[in-house]
């Protein structure tokens, strides 16, 4: 018998990190990686240990003891620090200081994690490319729908399906908006207000209420879910700042909620040219569907594979906690394959040189049932002149509702529901109604979200 003998494997080193922004985010990596330093250590196979620090300020009462972390004035200069392997960036922004920290990060051969969604829109492709030409990691668990680990979902859980279409809520702050709103009837300011106290909303709110944070999420899923380059200015955005708490109310007595639905699909178009559909805007969501029952800062994301069928990744969206875990996950990750350079080519699936540069495909052509709605002037024959213009147009409409009082302004609401109708039917409606003096405002319209 030969007796053998196994050599205890040497302890490898700890992970050293670098943390540029100590905001919501920030903060909550900090916290995490102290509760939880055990059991990461060990599924990670080593210690993570940060390092190195940098925000505005070194002052500010955060709750937290930074006094074992050194501390950097400039943020960019983390990168080039030698106790530091991967640089974590949560400061926010698409271009300015995170973005030069970036590249910095990327050229100095360390590990990028982000949770910067805009700046990934912007500048995924370059940095990504970068990333692979050094051959180092950069993930952004994080910029996608917080703590829902749908990137990992799609990359990998998904990876050997043709996605076909993914649509979903991608936005927190939006989310907490229209459900507390419906919810409670009250005020969009006070309630968006709350959302950023509890630190959901982004530096500047409007990136949330307006759907740009969405459609920089949307297109960043895009890429990973068709394999398409990055294309964040083809996203066709609307926000949730015109809705009215009549149209909650209103959608309500119709058996829908609203909800800010982000979407992105194949569309070979009309005329058959092959293209890539992407859409943020708020939609009419029919109570009995799963994502109307998404309420607060949590997201839900639909991803439907050719195999996989539907699959659904719902979780907080937003919040420092869920996000901070999504980070967390990815420095894990890296922990664990840094030294094996597989890593460094999986930013977006597959390396950024493959991935195509779709073709944005109309909206026209596309099917559905809409709501829209009209603030008019209260005068006889206004009725009869919205219901002309969309006859004429080839719009058949479902329901037709009139507020009794004025609603807003001393403006009267009507609202109406069409059946099944290509968009650009409604958007010839709207056109024959363009510069009319019974319109008091601007109309609405939502699609109405299909199964
Ligand atoms: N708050 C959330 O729920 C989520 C945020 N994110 C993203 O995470 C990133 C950070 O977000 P939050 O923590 O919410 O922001 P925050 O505003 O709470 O924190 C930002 C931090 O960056 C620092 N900072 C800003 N500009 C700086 C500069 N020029 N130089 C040095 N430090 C600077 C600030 O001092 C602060 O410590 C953003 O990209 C955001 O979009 C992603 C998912 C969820
Ligand atoms: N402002 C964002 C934060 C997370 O990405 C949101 O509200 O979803
Ligand atoms: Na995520």
Known sequence: MVETTQAASPAK??????L???????????????????????????????????????GRDRGIDLASYAWEDDMTALA?????????????GSDGPALVLARNAIAQGKALITANKAMIAHHGMALAQ????????????????????VIKGLREGAAANRVERIFGILNGTCNYILSTMEDTG?????VLAEAQAKGYAEADPTFDIEGIDAAHKLSI??????????????????GISRILAADIAQADALGYCIRLIGTAEADAGPDGTPGLFQRVAPHLVPVDNLLAHVDGPTNAVVVEGNFSGRLLFQGAGAGDGPTASAVVADIIDIARGMDTGFEADMAFSIPVDGLEAMAPAPSGHRIGRSYIRFLVADRPGVLAEITAAMRDAGVSIESLIQKGQATQGGAVLVAIVTHEVA???VTEALRLLDGSPSLVAQPLVMQILGN
């Open 13 to 18: 080193q700890p992970l050293r990190i670098a």
């Open 20 to 58: 540029a922004g100590l905001g919501t985010v920030g903060v909550g990596v900090i916290k995490l990686i102290e509760a939880n330093a055990g059991l990461i250590a060990r599924r990670a196979g080593r210690p993570i240990m940060i390092t190195a620090v940098s925000a505005r300020s070194r």
């Open 80 to 92: 080039a620090r030698p106790d530091v392997d991967v640089v974590v960036e949560l400061v926010g």
């Open 130 to 149: 970068a990333a692979e030409q050094k051959g180092v990691a950069i993930r952004f668990e994080a910029a996608v729908a917080g703590g829902i680990p």
């Open 186 to 190: 009250r005020d969009f300011a006070e």
């Open 221 to 238: 899923l895009s890429a990973i879910a068709f394999g398409a380059k990055i294309d964040f200015a083809s996203v066709d955005t609307q």
């Open 423 to 425: 968009e650009a039917a």
